[in-house]
C-alpha cells in the first residue's frame, strides 16, 4: 500500500488532516465532505495510528492499482481470475512487524461512523481462511463489528467463508482465520472478485502483481496472508453467536441487527508507524470494491447473449450494485432486449439496466442521458418486470428483497444508424465523437 501512496503522494493527490480527530463520528464527518479524495488523519484523539480512507474510492484509483485504463478494468478482473498465479514468495512475520501478544483493540483507531450503529466497526479487514477439509484458501472483506479487547462479531453472508465456518462448526471446533488491513488496492480488489470455491482470492491478486506478490507467514494459526499495516490471528468459534448491527449498508440505509459468529483474537501484528485502513460505510470506497468486481459476471452473460458486447458498468449512482450500463454493438433489432434480459439474470440483484450504442461513454452519466433522451420511445424501448426478485438492499424492495424491475433499450434503430450523421453534429465532444 505504501509503494502507491508514494506515487500519488508526489501528485499531491492526498489530504491530510493535520487536526485532532476522533473516531467517534468526527472522522466519519469529514470523510463524508470528501466522498473521492484519500484522506489520512494524521492525529487521532483515540489512538497513535493514523487513519486512511479512500485508496480505491474511484476507477481511477482501481485501475492505476492494476496498470490498466479504466475501461480496461473489466477485462483485466477476467483475465486475472481466469490465471490465478501460484505465489512463491513468503517471510515470517516476525522480519518486519512489532507484535501484541495481549491483542487490545482499543489501541486501533477504529471508527464510529454514524449514531445508530452497533459500535466501532472494521471496515476494510480481509478475512483469510482455509477450508477444514481440503485446505482451500479463501480471502474476502468482512464487516467486524468490535465487541471487546480482544473480540469482534463478524457479519459472515453464505458464500466461502460461511461454507468453511460451518464445516468446521459440523466438525465442532474453531476456524482459524488471519485478518489483514491495509492492503495494495490490486490486492484488495482480488478479495473481492467472484471466484469458484476452488480459486484462491490471493493468487488472482498474484495475477495482478506479476508474480511479484508476497505473503507473511502467520505465528498461532496455519495461515499465509497478503503484507498489510496490520495482521491479525485468532479463531472464530463454533456455536458462539452475539449481535451484530445496525450497520449503515450500500445503499446508505441501515441493515439489520442479527446473531452473527465471533472472532477471539490471539495476537496483533503491526508495520512500523502503521495506517488502519478504514472504508466509509456507504461510500464510493465501499460501493466501487463491492459492486466493480461484479461487472465481469455481467459481461460474460451478455457476452453469450450478443457477442459484440464492448462493456458493463454498474454505475456509481446506482451504488454499483443496483442500476447498470452495457454497451454494444448492435446487429440486430433485438439485442438491446436480449441483453437485459441477460443483465438481470446475471446479476439478480439489478433492479434498473440500461443498454446503450458503442458511441456511448458508459463512465459518462451525460452520454447515458443523452441515449435516453434521443434513443429511447417508452412505448417500445423500456421492459418492466414486476415481482421479480431483486437486492435486500434495495430500500424500495419488500422485506425478502421482491421488486419491479426496469430495462431501458436506449439502442438507436439500425435504420437510422446511416442517417444520423447531422443531427448529432451538435452533441459531439473531443472525448467521444459519436459522428
Known sequence: MREFLNGLEKESKIIRIQEEVSVKFEAAKILRKHPKDIIIFENVKESDMKIISGICNTRDKIARGISVTVPEITKRIMEATENP????????????YRTQKNPDLSQIPVPTYYKKDGGAYITAGVIIAKDPETGIRNASIHRM?????????????????????????????????????????????ATTTSVPIITDELEVANNFHEGNMKLIKCENVDLDVPEAEIIMEGKIFPNVRESEGPFVDLTDTYDVIRD?????LEKIHYKEDPYY???????FEHRILQGLPQEPRIYNAVLNTVPTVQNVVLTE????????????????QGDGKNVLM????????????????????????EDIEYAIATRVKGDEDIM????????SLD?????????????????KPLDKKENEGITLIFCCTSSNQRL
Not at 453464505?158 to 492492503?183: F, S, W
Not at 452473527?260 to 477471539?264: D, G, K, N, Q, S
Not at 449512482?317 to 440486430?332: E, F, M, P, R
Not at 439474470?345 to 456511448?360: G, M, Q, R, T, Y
Open 342 to 365: 441477460a443483465a438481470m439474470s446475471a446479476h439478480p440483484s439489478l433492479k434498473h439496466a440500461i443498454v446503450v450504442d458503442e458511441d456511448i461513454d458508459i463512465f459518462n452519466p
Open 277 to 283: 485502513h478504514a472504508i466509509m460505510p456507504a461510500g
Open 384 to 391: 418492466i418486470v414486476p415481482g421479480a426478485r431483486g437486492s
Open 260 to 264: 452473527e459468529p465471533v472472532i477471539e
Open 85 to 96: 498465479v501460484p505465489i512463491k514468495n513468503f517471510e515470517n512475520v516476525k522480519e518486519n
Open 395 to 411: 430500500p424500495c424492495a419488500t422485506p425478502d428483497g421482491t421488486t419491479t424491475k426496469v430495462g431501458v433499450d436506449a439502442t
Open 317 to 332: 449512482g446506482g451504488c454499483c450494485w443496483l442500476h447498470a450500463a452495457v454497451s454494444i454493438k448492435k446487429q440486430t
Open 145 to 189: 463489528l468490535v465487541s471487546g479487547k480482544n473480540k469482534m462479531g463478524v457479519r459472515i453472508v453464505p458464500r466461502n467463508l460461511y461454507t468453511y465456518y460451518k464445516k468446521a462448526e459440523e466438525m465442532d471446533k474453531p476456524l482459524e482465520v488471519a485478518i489483514a488491513i491495509g492492503m495494495h488496492p490490486a490486492t484488495l480488489l
